[in-house]
Each structure stands twice: as C-alpha cells, then as structure tokens.
C-alpha cells in the first residue's frame, strides 16, 4: 500500500536549513491501521502532507498505491487525493456554505462523476457514519462529532486506497472522541486502510500498530495487541 | 468536473453574499445602463436634427449675409431680380428675419418665434395652410400687419375658438390672423407648429431690423443644387467684393458636417463607456481578491480533495462572469427603461440600437473575464497546506 524509502524534507528557514523529515522509510501493508504519534515539531505533519501528496519530499521515494508519486506535478498529485486518498482533519474542514450532502459529494464532483451516481454514494457514505438523517444539514447546524463524521463520509466516498487522519478527535470532546475512534476501529474491520496522526498516546496506542517518530526520525515501530 | 457544476457552485457563492454582489455588480449596471441611455439619447438627439433638416429638403440652398459694415448690403429686391434671371434653376426665393415674442391674444399669451418673410416661404417650408390663407406679396407691398399662426400658437391663444379675423399682438402693434398653418409635428413646442409668419416690411418694423441676413432659394430639382450655389456664389461675391462676406449653405451638405459630428459624439461616449466599465472591472477585481482571502480554506480543502488547478479557475473565472452578466442585464433593463422614458417624456425620440445593447453587454462580460482572471488565478494557485491552516 505504502513503501516509503528514504524520505527527506528539508528546508530552508531564514539562514538554517530545517530537516523536518530526515531519512524516513516505511511500509504500511494494505487493511492496517497505523498511527503516527509525536510532539509537536517532531515532523509528524511534514510526513502526514507528503503521505497526503499535499507536498513533495526533497528526496526518497514514495510509492502509494503501486504508483511513485514523489515527481508528480500539481494536477497529477491532485488527482492522486482525488482517487487514492481520503482526508480527515482535525478541524473538520468542511465547507461551511454547503450542505453535509454537499460536502461529501465534492470529491466526485472532481473525479467527474454522474450527478446520479454521486448523490446515491453519499447518500450511502452518510448513512456508513451514522448521519443518514442528517443530509441536509448545514456544518453550523451539526454538533463536532456530527461534522467529523461526514467529514469522514467524505473521506470515504471515492473508495479510497488510503484513508488519512490528522488529529481526527483534538477538537472533540472524549465522548464524541471516542466515537470517532470506534467509527475508525469499525471502518478498519471493513477493510480500510487507515493512518491516524496524532499527538495523544491513548489515541494512539487504540491502532494496530503504531509509529513513534521524533526530530524527523522514526524512533520506534510496534505492534499493538 | 463540468462547467454546470462550476456554474452551480458560483451561483451558490454568490447568492450566499447577495449584498456584495449586488454592490459589486453595481459598478456594471451604472456601467452598463449610463452607456446604452447616452448613445440612445445621441442618436435621439441626431435623429431629430436630422429629420429636421431632411424635411427642409435636400433642394434648399440657404444663404446667410455674415460680414458687417460693408460698405453696401444686398437688397430683397435685387435677389428677387436674381431669382427671375434664373427661373429655370431657381424654383422659389424668400428672406428671412426671426426674432422670439410674447404673443398676446385677449387674456391669452404664447412665448414664441416670429418670422418675417413672403409668400414663397411656403414653398419653401413645405408648410401649406389648413385655414384661411397666406401672406401675400400684396400684404408685403403694403406693409400689411397680418400674421399666419402655427397650431400650437392658435390652441394657446385661442382653443377651440375660429381665430381668423381676431388680432394678436406683439410689442403692442396689432396683427390680424389671416390663416392657420398645417400642423406638422403634433402641436409640439419649439416645432413648426409654434411660429408666427408675418410679411417681412412688417417684421423689419416690427424688430426695428431693416437689414435681412437670411434668404433660401429652391433649387428646382436636386441636380440644379450645385449650379444654384454656383451661381449664387458667383453673384453675391460680385456685388461684396469678397466670398468672406456671406455663406452659402445645403441641408445634404449639413447633413454630412452634422454625421462627422455625430460620429465624433459616439467616439467620445464609447470612451466614457470604456472608462466606467473599467472603473466597474476594477471593483470586481477587488472585491474577488477580498473573496478569494477570505475562503482561502475554502480552495485549501477543495484543494486537499482532489480539485485541480483548472477547478478553482473556473470556479472563480464563472462567478466573476455571472456577477457582470447579472450586472450587465440589469443595466441593459434599466437602460432600456431610461430610453423608453426619454421618449415618452419627449424630450429626445426613443432610439433603441440593438448593436450598442450587445456590445455594452458584451463589453461587460468581456470585463468580467479580463479582471476574473487574476483574482482566479490566484485561487487557483494557492499551495492546500498553507491554504488549510488559513484561519
């Protein structure tokens, strides 16, 4: 699914040259759940937007998917999210003028899908989360756990390869969070492959297996029970 | 994604913010509307002069005395002389002296223009008389205060009542009516239909004014107009010495100074026209710019989902182009109504001009795109990590 090798980003902040991810390989096999866990500056973010091919590395290779994305130009890599990735963030990010009906057909109304065909897989990806009542509902109208949930529909609804998460529970409160984690856990059971960032070790330790990484460095690599 | 996606995405946008954009499209429809009413009222205005003239006739040849103290003034009767010589190119001669005067009739009275002249002027105005009869060359001979009245002075001073026989007066001298004119233009102010016609010996002692400036000759067919000029020219630099002493002039020959003007007119309003719908474009621009911050992560998530660089464009591109297509029509309608109003208030006839409709609208669209594209562009550049942290 993932083969990350050698993967660096570097650079450069006033005069010093920042090595946020420095020398990192992986391989993350199709139906895991992984996390990524780290403090802040640790690189953790530089590596969620390379795996998200919200940006290139400045070496190494990445290969997702079976496909090497790491030279891949603006328009490709958007095509790439498009098909291959789908994302969750930690603010929710939703659009807040549409409708959650709206908001999880947007990723096929990039990928040129049939307005029929769009509207009965998000109509299906809402009712995955638990929010087939909900569709028509405008972001503002929706709780946090409700927003991330179709934030998650819409990460679902192309089918993606790979399913990304950055601190998909920081601005909920435990309860919803723990919803979501179970929505994760769930999802995960079905067949997705998920990779969840996080800072929060509890969050983190509910995966597979987890990924410990440190001044842009991978430290550690384990198996959870 | 096709355009009737982006099309539905920008309607959304901006009926989301109908405020702004109707401010926004505000410029495009001043833009718009000021362009199509000021061409129509050039062409209304150019239109009525041009009527005008054309109804004189393209066979009158106008002279006009200009030069002063010279040492001697042509007289009515040596043209009168000059006419008969050329009776075969010269169908009719009249002088011409006018001045405006409060007419008074009983309790009645009517501001209007007063002409001195002869009985060839009817020829001459192609204005027969629908009562009564013309001045004649008798009257003139006599000095005889009579006076032929337009329909608009006949109904101010004397309604529905029969005024041939009654007295008008001007400046205190008493005139009696002896005919009514044709009604030509509707009984309409500053038209035909408001002028007194009196013989000129009494107009000279009416306006104290015994020099006359102002004569038309009829060319007895279009193809004598030139030789009438000629020979007109020829004669009247005989008798002053010099061709700076008086100007000959044809309603064709005015006809074509008065295009040149018109087209000068045009020219300087389809300027303005680039001026104020530029000055709209600049507002567009500016307001994109404000819009394209603001849902900076907005274009960050559609971004992060998959949308291209050509996505957002036409997002942004579409929504710039329906916002002065909007514009343009609502400054199409308002104009549209400016120009019916403007006709129906009479001050210049209705010129609706289909060519100018299309291309202030299209200038308008043509705006859209040129002053979309930056504020578009930009969106569609913007880097998806910079853009989603963008609070």
């Not at chain 1, 087939?132 to 990460?155: D, K, W, Y």
């Not at chain 2, 005989?238 to 044809?250: E, L």
Request: a neutral charge; hydrophobic letters at 40%; charged letters at 20%.
């Amino acid at each position: 699914m993932i083969r990350i090798q050698e993967l660096k980003k570097h650079y450069l902040m006033g005069d010093s040259l920042v090595k946020a991810l420095d020398g990192v390989s992986l391989h993350i096999p199709p139906e895991s759940f992984v996390s990524i866990v780290g403090p802040s500056g640790s690189g953790k973010s530089t590596l969620m937007n390379l795996l998200g091919c919200l940006d290139t590395p400045s070496s190494g290779s990445y290969k997702l998917d079976g496909i090497e994305v790491s030279s891949l130009n603006d328009n490709q890599l958007a095509e790439i999210r498009n098909t291959k990735i789908g994302f969750i963030f930690q603010g929710f990010n939703l659009v807040s003028k549409l409708t959650a009906l709206e908001n999880v057909e947007l990723p096929l109304i990039y990928s040129g899908c049939s307005a029929k065909e769009r509207l009965s897989r998000a109509k299906e990806a809402l009712a995955k989360v638990g929010l087939g009542n909900r569709l028509n509902h405008l972001p503002t109208e929706l709780s946090g756990g409700q927003q991330q949930r179709v934030a998650i529909a819409r990460a679902l609804v192309s089918n993606p390869p790979l399913i990304l998460a950055d601190e998909p529970t920081g601005n909920l409160d435990s309860h919803s969070g723990q919803e979501i984690m179970q929505l994760f856990k769930d999802l995960h059971n079905l067949g997705n492959t998920i990779v969840l960032i996080t800072h929060d070790n509890s969050v983190a330790n509910q995966a597979q297996r987890v990924l410990r990484i440190l001044d842009g460095q991978i430290v550690e690599d384990k198996e959870v029970s | 994604m096709g355009v009737w996606q982006a099309f539905r995405m920008a309607v959304k946008s901006i009926r989301s913010n109908k405020v702004r954009s109707f401010l926004t499209m505000l410029g495009v429809i001043i833009g718009v509307g000021a362009v199509i009413t000021a061409v129509a009222f050039a062409q209304g205005s150019t239109k009525q002069i041009t009527d005008r003239i054309s109804a004189l006739g393209t066979e009158l040849v106008q002279v006009s005395i200009t030069g002063r103290n010279t040492n001697r003034d042509i007289t009515l009767k040596e043209l009168e002389e000059f006419t008969l010589e050329n009776e075969q190119k010269i169908a009719a001669m009249s002088p011409l002296i006018s001045s405006q005067y409060t007419v008074k009739a009983g309790r009645n009275s009517v501001d209007t223009s007063v002409k001195g002249t002869t009985y060839d002027y009817s020829k001459i105005s192609k204005q027969d008389i629908a009562a009564g009869r013309y001045i004649s060359d008798i009257d003139n001979e006599y000095r005889q205060k009579v006076a032929v009245i337009g329909s608009r002075v006949k109904d101010e001073l004397f309604g529905e009542e029969d005024p041939l026989g009654k007295t008008i007066k001007m400046e205190s001298q008493i005139f009696v009516v002896v005919g009514v004119l044709d009604e030509l233009n509707q009984g309409q102010q500053g038209t035909s239909d408001d002028q007194v016609i009196i013989p000129i010996t009494a107009a000279q002692r009416l306006m104290k004014n015994t020099s006359i400036r102002n004569y038309s000759f009829l060319a007895a067919s279009a193809e004598d107009v030139d030789s009438v000029m000629d020979v007109l020219t020829e004669y009247l630099t005989g008798v002053y010495g010099s061709s700076d002493m008086f100007r000959i002039n044809n309603a064709a020959q005015t006809l074509d100074t008065l295009s040149s003007v018109t087209d000068t007119m045009m020219t300087v309003l389809g300027g303005i026209a680039a001026i104020s719908l530029l000055v709209g474009g600049i507002g567009i621009m500016n307001i994109m710019l404000v819009s394209v911050t603001e849902r900076t992560r907005e274009i960050g998530i559609r971004k992060a989902i998959g949308a291209k660089r050509r996505n957002i464009l036409a997002q942004f591109l579409i929504e710039a182009l329906i916002v002065t297509g909007i514009g343009g029509m609502i400054g199409l309608l308002l104009g549209t109504s400016a120009i019916w109003l403007i006709g129906k208030i009479g001050i210049v006839p209705a010129v609706y001009s289909p060519l100018w409709m299309i291309l202030a609208f299209g200038i308008s669209l043509l705006v859209g795109v040129v002053f979309g594209m930056f504020p578009a562009n930009k969106a569609s550049r913007l880097n998806p990590i910079t853009a989603l942290r963008h609070e």
